[in-house]
């Protein structure tokens, strides 16, 4: 008996809480500033899984070339407290917001998906539309959730990642020391 309240308890614990996906990325001091938001992320969120680490080039403006990555974690926050804890580490981590949407940055997390949530204000727009968009975005996205279905376009994002168009965008697959070494 008692075996069976355990089960009914995981499975009400595990669909109750939404998978969260996050972008990250940076174009200052790269390595310094994705692992710092990385380690508030686990610090704020304990289990984050990571995909890959891409370098790509600045979109929208010259400057230096971004890493991207993406990050996923299961929370019970609310969506609006995810984008707060999100706009918080950013800003502790030296993020400017000069209103250029299409700038350098120390640390940028974009919150992507908030479960199969779709959610349109003033602040935030989930699924973001840079999934479509950006193979900074997607590739990783698609490389950590191949077979979850994109909320709006109903296709899985492995088949959104096969179908996107990759002869304008260069995205190079990089290796990434996580642990500094010191002397």
């Known amino acids: 008996m008692l075996g069976m309240w355990v089960l009914l308890l995981k499975e009400v614990y595990e669909t109750d809480m939404p998978r969260v996906f996050v972008g990250i990325g940076s174009n200052i001091d790269r390595e310094r500033s994705i692992r710092a938001g ?20 600045a979109v929208g403006f010259e400057g230096n070339a971004f890493f991207n990555l993406v990050a996923a974690f299961d929370t019970d926050d609310s969506i609006e407290q995810v984008v707060a804890s999100l706009t918080h580490i950013e800003d502790r981590h030296g993020r400017v917001r000069n209103g250029e949407r299409f ?34 975005v ?16 109903g296709e899985s994002y492995a088949v959104l990642w096969e179908k996107f168009d990759k002869r304008n965008q260069v995205l190079r697959p990089i290796s990434f020391e996580w642990q500094v070494f010191l002397p």
């Open 138 to 153: 997607l590739w990783p996205l698609a490389e950590m959730a191949p077979t979850d279905v994109h909320p709006e376009v």
């Open 38 to 57: 990385v380690a508030d992320l686990r610090c704020q969120y304990r289990e984050v899984q990571l995909s890959s680490v891409y370098e790509s080039d």
């Open 103 to 136: 700038a350098a940055r120390t640390l940028d997390l974009d919150l992507l998906l908030y479960g199969q949530q779709i959610i349109a204000t003033e602040n935030y727009h989930v699924p973001r539309d840079e999934i479509l968009r950006y193979a900074f």
